[in-house]
């Protein structure tokens, strides 16, 4: 169904560059989505060997089963979870230049509330962490805790990557926090001017 849904979409990308760059250089990536706006990514990072962290959560399940198929390494962990095996997965993927997407807020919240774990991932690899958003002309919220947004067939999908941000490997915890909290509003600005994008257009 996703793929039927953006087959039948016009689909524009915003602020790919700095991302493509990255990719050719076999650098390793951290794609940062809100968990309200997982619809499209397993669509758009589809068939390019990413790692996707997922919760072991029914969530989790659901989501598993719709990228299987789609060439993802699936890893199992989250926030409320045993992260332990997990955590040493996703560092050997990025030692690797590998791409993991992780869902900062997930799996229950609270929404757009950003964990320090990716920053921390990133710290250690030397990773750069990309925000990713999304949103679409014919779309609904649902009446969930990340109201999560789902988009319609024939209309127009933007997708939004913001600007590659690196962590410094020697930054202070409280920094390391000053910096958390500017990519929390990083992510959240971009789904406010991806949902503006269609306004007048």
């Not at 040493?88 to 229950?108: F, Q």
């Not at 920053?119 to 649902?142: E, I, M």
């Not at 941000?165 to 020697?170: H, K, Q």
Request: proline share 6%.
């Amino acid at each position: 169904m996703l793929w039927l849904f953006v087959k039948l979409s016009r689909v524009t990308v915003i602020g790919g560059e700095a991302y493509h760059a990255l990719r050719r250089q076999n650098k390793p990536l951290i794609i940062l989505v809100w968990h309200g706006r997982i619809f499209l990514p397993p669509y758009f990072f589809r068939k390019r060997g990413a790692a996707a962290l997922i919760s072991p959560s029914g969530d989790g399940e659901f989501m598993a089963r719709i990228i299987s198929g789609w060439g993802y390494k699936i890893l199992r962990g989250s926030g409320s979870h045993s992260m332990v095996k997990a955590w040493t997965l996703m560092k050997n993927e990025l030692d690797e230049g590998g791409e993991l997407i992780i869902v900062p807020d997930g799996p229950r919240g609270p929404n757009r509330k950003m964990k320090i774990g990716a920053l921390k991932l990133a710290q250690q690899t030397g990773a750069a962490l990309v925000p990713f958003t999304f949103s679409a002309s014919r779309k609904k919220h649902l009446d969930s805790w990340d109201k999560f947004l789902f988009f319609y067939p024939f209309g127009r999908i933007v997708v939004i990557l913001g600007e590659p941000v690196t962590i410094d490997p020697g930054l202070p915890e409280e920094d390391l926090e000053k910096c958390r909290r500017r990519i929390e509003r990083t992510l959240t600005r971009l789904d406010g001017k991806a949902d503006r994008y269609f306004d007048g257009n």
